[in-house]
């Protein structure tokens, strides 16, 4: 089966790059100028947008994912990498021989690449590290733990600081632990903590690709962050002032206080990770261009480090962390899927916000993306809105010199749809790729954890809801 | 052979066919974990295990899956709650944490959890 999924694979890639229609080497100049020049490709779009059907693929891809691990898991796990594929083969065929456009093929092979980079060495690497903290289990301990967690996520990912610290929060807590420990480590680690750096969070990652500035988030929404974080650790610590009280004379165990890493030497590679990021020449000039390549050396950095790292780990450090290939195949089969199925969405949702962009206000951003981010994949739903609030102003998410107007122009928009599609990627355990991590993680610990509505009814709605209209009354109502 | 300290002491490996793992000795179960899922239902009617006792071996019956080698890599593992036999199975410091590695050649190799493993019980 694994065979055939590859082969599967390299023959929609060889497809992509050897097509009749469209040879690489011989379109490069082309595609420099199509990207730069005024008559670009947005136009094209505009005037001649792909079939409203090609949209069928991205949604069933969507709902699947949805509803394939609660409702028909057995089937799910065994064939998500085949229904991932197929469906992104139908799109790639579509673009390629009905409307002729592999252009836009390639610059999502590209983005798929970024992306499955960075989130791959930041998985392999983190997974390397094993850190055992000796300390009693308060709650001032659990929020300061929680709070380290949010910044680190900005740094290696929602990711790696969740695969980071989700073993050793639970081994803190292993004498009075109970689910909504899990719960909240995944409303801050896994989800809102990520909201300063494209490194966070796959959306802002994405948005960074498309040519947003690197810190133009945490530039524009860190008091945000500041309130979201504050609000949800301050619920938590008062849940946790409770248990603890009525626990806390059973924990009779002396505590070292001592913190113990496994795999120091992964720290190292977390910095070339972190600095490889910006190896982009369109960031640093400097930086040569591996074209007609889909990648960069920032992507062989990277795939290099999450294999020297692997090869040359703690055994006990992986043994401990019960290091699994799995979660990072599952989000490369699906992501292939997303990022193929997500073209012809992305170019409609613009196609269609030009014609009535003035009745989109900031409100329906943060909102839209935030719910339609609860249910979907994060990283879609950004690209998506974003999309749809450039489309407002005449502008395509394709070209890059249009994104740079954009983020200047009137960041409100682009505000209400980063902290919506990263905030709100905590209100179910589909949001936002770590949260599934972190669950599985904890029930193969013994920890059972509510069911998918569980989650949303006793948790999301009572806890985040509130703040996250709080966020939207203070920051967004009537703005746009 | 029969208890799990025997089991243990001797270094005994249990081993696997398809869906059907056998471990070399008995014992009352409490708990399983097999990958994230939290098994507690032992009885008869189960419809994620079953269980079926011997004179010196027990057989543990996978029925959602075909083959579990295919469910494990060579890091991740079933866990076990377990209490022997003779043990008094409500008190808590009785029960016993197991490690199920699925290895080549139909082995189960069979270990206590070191500090860093986490098993909630």
């Not at chain 1, 379109?27 to 420099?32: D, H």
């Not at chain 1, 900031?362 to 339609?372: M, S």
């Not at chain 1, 928009?413 to 209100?427: D, E, H, K, N, R």
Request: with cysteine; proline share 5%; glycine share 6%.
């Amino acid at each position: 089966m694994k065979r055939f999924l590859i082969i599967l694979t390299l023959f929609s890639f060889s497809i992509l790059f050897f097509s009749p229609s469209y040879s690489l080497a011989n379109n490069l100049s082309e595609k420099t100028e199509i990207t730069q020049s005024e008559h670009s490709s947005e136009h094209n779009i505009f005037e001649n947008p792909p079939s409203p059907y090609m949209v069928i693929p991205f949604i069933v891809l969507l709902l699947m994912i949805a509803t394939g691990p609660l409702f028909y898991r057995h089937f799910w796990e065994h064939n998500y990498p085949k229904v991932s594929i197929t469906l992104g083969l139908i799109t790639v065929l579509y673009y390629l021989f009905i409307f002729n456009d592999p252009l836009s093929l390639l610059h999502t092979l590209e983005e798929y690449i970024s992306f499955i980079a960075l989130l791959t060495s930041l998985f392999v690497v983190a997974g390397g590290i094993l850190i055992r903290v000796d300390r009693k289990s308060t709650p001032i301990a659990n929020v300061i733990l929680l709070f380290i967690g949010a910044i680190i996520s900005n740094l290696i990912g929602t990711t790696g600081a969740s695969m980071l610290l989700i073993r050793p929060y639970i081994r803190m807590n292993r004498n009075r632990i109970k689910p909504y420990h899990i719960i909240f480590f995944i409303f801050i680690v896994s989800n809102i903590g990520g909201g300063l750096t494209p490194i966070g969070d796959p959306p802002l990652f994405l948005g960074f690709l498309k040519g947003i500035e690197f810190f133009w988030v945490i530039k524009h929404v860190w008091y945000i962050w500041l309130l979201a974080i504050g609000l949800v650790l301050a619920i938590f610590y008062l849940i946790d002032l409770n248990n603890y009280k009525s626990k806390a004379a059973d924990d009779e165990k002396e505590y070292t206080g001592k913190i113990e890493i496994r795999g120091k030497k992964n720290f190292l590679y977390l910095l070339i990770i972190i600095i490889s990021v910006f190896l982009d020449p369109g960031v640093l000039s400097f930086v040569p261009s591996l074209d007609p390549l889909p990648f960069g050396i920032r992507e062989i950095i990277m795939f290099s480090v999450a294999f020297i790292s692997y090869k040359r780990a703690d055994k006990e450090a992986l043994k401990g962390n019960e290091f699994d290939f799995e979660p990072i195949k599952e989000v490369a089969f699906l992501f292939v899927g997303i990022f193929a199925t997500m073209i012809p969405a992305l170019q409609l949702v613009a196609y269609e916000t030009h014609t009535y962009g003035e009745k989109l206000t900031a409100d329906i951003f943060y909102w839209g993306t935030g719910l339609l981010s609860s249910i979907l994949d994060n990283a879609p739903t950004y690209l998506n809105f974003l999309s749809a609030a450039m489309g407002k102003f005449g502008l395509s998410i394709d070209n890059y010199q249009h994104v740079k107007i954009f983020e200047t122009h009137d960041p409100i928009y682009l505000m209400a749809i980063s902290v919506g599609a990263v905030y709100f990627g905590a209100m179910t355990y589909i949001g936002n790729g770590p949260n599934f991590m972190v669950k599985s993680i904890s029930e193969s610990s013994g920890i059972k954890l509510p069911s998918f509505f569980g989650y949303v009814v006793k948790y999301s709605i009572p806890i985040l809801l509130p703040v996250f209209t709080l966020i939207w009354l203070l920051f967004f109502y009537g703005r746009g | 052979m029969s208890t799990i300290k025997e089991a243990l002491d001797k270094k005994r490996n249990g081993i696997y066919y398809n869906n059907r793992v056998i471990l070399p000795f008995k014992c009352e179960f409490l708990k399983i974990i097999f990958e994230d899922k939290i098994i507690t239902d032992f009885s008869s009617s189960s419809s994620e295990v079953e269980i079926i006792e011997h004179d010196n071996f027990t057989d543990v019956y996978f029925k959602k899956y075909k083959d579990i080698q295919n469910e494990f890599s060579k890091y991740d593992n079933i866990k076990l709650i377990v209490c022997e036999k003779s043990d008094d199975i409500f008190d808590f410091s009785k029960h016993i944490k197991l490690l199920l590695y699925i290895e080549n050649e139909h082995l189960v190799r069979i270990e206590l959890p070191e500090e860093n493993q986490i098993i909630i019980d």
